[in-house]
């Protein structure tokens, strides 16, 4: 599905299930403790984290099923959309 010729991913509990897989994995998500914050997964959807003062340290955006599936492009999507 794309909305204004950008991919949209549906916040669904299948795709959150996919995304909790690879957040766990994921340097930038562990080092912030992502998971404290809101949204805390599924960013590609959702939006970025409520965090403050991230540093950019590793990203598994683009080894996600989500990703691919709906043909996303860069990444950092916890830090910006």
Do not use: W
Request: aromatic share 12%.
């Amino acid at each position: 599905m794309f909305e204004s010729g950008k991919p949209v991913v549906e916040d669904t509990e299948e795709n959150r299930a996919i995304c909790r897989k690879y957040c766990k994995i994921c340097q930038n998500y562990r080092k912030h403790s992502l998971e404290k914050f809101k949204p805390n997964e599924l960013f590609c959807a959702c939006g970025q984290s409520s965090a403050t003062d991230m540093k950019l340290i590793g990203c598994f955006c683009s080894g996600c099923e989500v990703y691919i599936k709906h043909h996303l492009r860069g990444g950092y999507f916890c830090v910006r959309r």
